[in-house]
Nanobody, 121 residues
Framework: QVQLVESGGGLVQAGGSLRLSCAAS????????MAWYRQAPGKQRELVAD???????NYPDSVKGRFTISRDNAKNTVYLQMNRLKPEDTAVYYC???????????????WGQGTQVTVSS
Protein backbone atom coordinates (compact mmCIF):
# COMPACT_ATOMS: atom_id res chain seq x y z
CA GLN A 1 0.00 0.00 0.00
CA VAL A 2 0.91 3.65 0.29
CA GLN A 3 2.26 5.62 3.23
CA LEU A 4 2.41 9.39 3.60
CA VAL A 5 4.92 10.75 6.11
CA GLU A 6 4.79 14.41 7.06
CA SER A 7 7.50 16.48 8.72
CA GLY A 8 8.36 20.08 9.43
CA GLY A 9 5.74 21.14 11.96
CA GLY A 10 6.57 22.97 15.14
CA LEU A 11 6.20 26.13 17.19
CA VAL A 12 6.78 29.51 15.56
CA GLN A 13 6.04 33.12 16.43
CA ALA A 14 3.47 35.09 14.49
CA GLY A 15 5.00 36.44 11.31
CA GLY A 16 7.40 33.54 11.03
CA SER A 17 7.67 30.75 8.49
CA LEU A 18 7.58 26.97 8.38
CA ARG A 19 7.98 24.45 5.59
CA LEU A 20 6.08 21.18 5.73
CA SER A 21 7.07 18.12 3.74
CA CYS A 22 5.11 15.00 2.87
CA ALA A 23 6.75 12.00 1.25
CA ALA A 24 4.71 9.23 -0.33
CA SER A 25 6.07 5.70 -0.54
CA UNK A 26 4.81 2.25 -1.44
CA UNK A 27 3.15 0.77 -4.50
CA UNK A 28 2.64 3.91 -6.57
CA UNK A 29 1.91 3.99 -10.29
CA UNK A 30 0.98 7.65 -10.41
CA UNK A 31 -0.05 10.36 -7.96
CA UNK A 32 -2.88 12.36 -9.48
CA UNK A 33 -3.10 15.00 -6.78
CA MET A 34 -1.54 15.96 -3.48
CA ALA A 35 -2.95 18.39 -0.99
CA TRP A 36 -2.64 19.81 2.48
CA TYR A 37 -5.52 20.07 4.93
CA ARG A 38 -5.62 21.34 8.48
CA GLN A 39 -7.82 20.83 11.49
CA ALA A 40 -7.92 23.15 14.48
CA PRO A 41 -9.43 22.03 17.81
CA GLY A 42 -13.21 22.04 17.63
CA LYS A 43 -13.26 22.78 13.92
CA GLN A 44 -13.76 20.76 10.75
CA ARG A 45 -10.84 19.73 8.59
CA GLU A 46 -10.34 22.28 5.83
CA LEU A 47 -8.38 22.39 2.59
CA VAL A 48 -5.25 24.54 2.73
CA ALA A 49 -3.75 23.91 -0.70
CA ASP A 50 -3.91 21.36 -3.47
CA UNK A 51 -1.87 20.46 -6.53
CA UNK A 52 -3.54 18.36 -9.21
CA UNK A 53 -1.82 17.11 -12.35
CA UNK A 54 -2.88 19.26 -15.29
CA UNK A 55 -4.52 21.91 -13.13
CA UNK A 56 -3.40 25.01 -11.31
CA UNK A 57 -2.84 25.11 -7.58
CA ASN A 58 -5.74 26.04 -5.36
CA TYR A 59 -5.82 27.95 -2.04
CA PRO A 60 -8.59 29.29 0.18
CA ASP A 61 -8.64 33.04 0.76
CA SER A 62 -7.42 32.55 4.35
CA VAL A 63 -3.95 31.46 3.17
CA LYS A 64 -3.72 32.85 -0.37
CA GLY A 65 -0.56 34.90 -0.80
CA ARG A 66 1.05 33.42 2.31
CA PHE A 67 1.16 29.67 1.62
CA THR A 68 2.69 27.96 -1.40
CA ILE A 69 2.33 24.30 -2.34
CA SER A 70 4.94 22.65 -4.51
CA ARG A 71 5.70 19.13 -5.62
CA ASP A 72 8.76 17.08 -6.48
CA ASN A 73 7.42 14.33 -8.74
CA ALA A 74 10.71 12.43 -8.77
CA LYS A 75 10.57 12.12 -4.98
CA ASN A 76 6.77 11.74 -4.69
CA THR A 77 6.96 14.61 -2.22
CA VAL A 78 4.80 17.65 -1.68
CA TYR A 79 5.81 20.74 0.27
CA LEU A 80 3.89 23.53 1.93
CA GLN A 81 5.80 26.76 2.44
CA MET A 82 3.98 28.84 5.03
CA ASN A 83 4.96 32.49 5.44
CA ARG A 84 3.63 35.33 7.59
CA LEU A 85 2.03 32.81 9.90
CA LYS A 86 -0.82 33.89 12.15
CA PRO A 87 -2.10 32.40 15.43
CA GLU A 88 -5.24 31.31 13.57
CA ASP A 89 -3.05 29.05 11.42
CA THR A 90 -2.52 26.86 14.49
CA ALA A 91 -3.76 23.36 13.66
CA VAL A 92 -2.76 19.82 12.84
CA TYR A 93 -1.77 19.75 9.19
CA TYR A 94 -2.48 16.63 7.15
CA CYS A 95 -1.10 15.52 3.83
CA UNK A 96 -3.50 13.95 1.34
CA UNK A 97 -2.82 12.13 -1.92
CA UNK A 98 -4.93 10.51 -4.64
CA UNK A 99 -2.81 7.60 -5.84
CA UNK A 100 -3.31 5.22 -8.73
CA UNK A 101 -1.83 1.85 -7.80
CA UNK A 102 -1.46 0.46 -11.32
CA UNK A 103 -2.06 1.32 -14.98
CA UNK A 104 -5.60 -0.02 -14.66
CA UNK A 105 -5.64 0.05 -10.89
CA UNK A 106 -8.00 1.93 -8.61
CA UNK A 107 -7.55 5.52 -7.53
CA UNK A 108 -7.25 5.52 -3.75
CA UNK A 109 -7.06 8.39 -1.28
CA UNK A 110 -4.46 8.33 1.48
CA TRP A 111 -3.80 10.53 4.50
CA GLY A 112 -0.71 11.21 6.55
CA GLN A 113 -0.65 11.06 10.33
CA GLY A 114 -0.61 14.82 10.73
CA THR A 115 1.94 17.32 12.01
CA GLN A 116 1.23 20.01 14.60
CA VAL A 117 1.78 23.66 13.71
CA THR A 118 1.49 26.13 16.57
CA VAL A 119 1.77 29.87 16.01
CA SER A 120 2.23 32.00 19.10
CA SER A 121 1.12 35.62 19.26
Amino acid sequence: QVQLVESGGGLVQAGGSLRLSCAASGTIFRIDSMAWYRQAPGKQRELVADFTVGRSTNYPDSVKGRFTISRDNAKNTVYLQMNRLKPEDTAVYYCNADVRLGILGPLNTYWGQGTQVTVSS
